[in-house]
């Protein structure tokens, strides 16, 4: 009897929309947990390329050394934010340009790099003769004029200059193409976790304007699915030429041009 009532009981039924509501929790979820993911593989793969940091009880800094174009150039690095850390996309990125500059030739060339971070890139391209213009977010823009400054004062042709640029953001008002107009474009690492990628693509789409002749070099290392979802959309828009790839770094280095 007691089994009996039991059976008989009322079963309660969720809500309409309840199930939904859940679905969508668990999706959020779900995208919460791959977002912390990605962030621990680049917090992990940031840590693992540093050895000796100096320690100090608000932030800790230091100092990385190159040999590029002839000249010995030093970085300094913050632990603080992502762009003030050099990524394997842009050390590929100096390489290449240093060693390939019939192909790539940027002597005298306007040329901007969007994502600059730590500068390097857009070091190697002053000491190839190119006139830089190096952007970044605002907070990103201390550091990357002080490793600016250290590593082309009396040393290039052209003094580099600092900029802040926001991926996607007042581009016709604060850089309207007709007076900034350049020959090459710099990218390195700029694709990875963070959710900017449209304005990113905007971004580079705004500055090679089809028709406009402005290459542009995006050299990156391919961490997770959303970059080579990214990498095909960016594909739809541009003309692109694979130029080098390092499998063991999973770094690639695009030639792109944008399609008529």
């Known amino acids: 009897m007691e089994r009996s009532s039991a059976l008989s009981q009322p079963v309660r039924q969720k809500p309409p929309g309840k199930k939904r509501e859940d679905d969508k929790e668990v999706e959020e979820e779900g995208t919460a947990i791959k977002v912390l993911t990605d962030q621990r593989v680049m917090a992990k793969e940031a840590l693992s390329r540093r050895n000796l940091w100096e320690p100090s009880v608000y932030y800790a800094r230091g100092n990385e050394s190159f040999h590029f174009a002839g000249h010995d150039i030093s970085i300094r690095e913050s632990m603080d934010t992502y762009g003030a850390l050099i990524w394997p996309g842009a050390i590929a990125l100096c390489q290449f340009l240093e060693n390939n500059q019939q192909q790539v030739n940027l002597m005298d060339k306007a040329v901007l790099e969007i994502g600059a971070g730590t500068g390097l890139a857009s070091i190697v391209a002053s000491l190839l003769g190119a006139w830089v213009t190096a952007t970044d977010l605002p907070d990103i823009l201390s550091n990357l004029t002080f490793n600016l400054l250290r590593n082309t004062r009396g040393r290039c042709r052209y003094t580099p200059q600092v900029v802040a640029l926001s991926w996607g953001q007042d581009l016709d008002r604060d850089f309207p193409y007709a007076s900034y107009h350049y020959d090459f474009v710099l990218a390195a690492d700029v694709v990875y976790h963070h959710d900017c990628l449209e304005e ?58 944008a399609k008529e």
């Open 200 to 257: 990113l693509l905007k971004t580079m789409r705004h500055f090679c304007p089809p028709g406009s002749q402005t290459t542009l070099l995006w050299a990156n290392k391919i961490r997770f699915q959303s970059d080579l979802r990214f990498t095909e959309c960016f594909k739809s828009h541009f003309n692109t030429t694979l130029l080098t790839e390092l499998p063991q770094q999973e770094i690639r280095i695009y030639k792109a041009m």
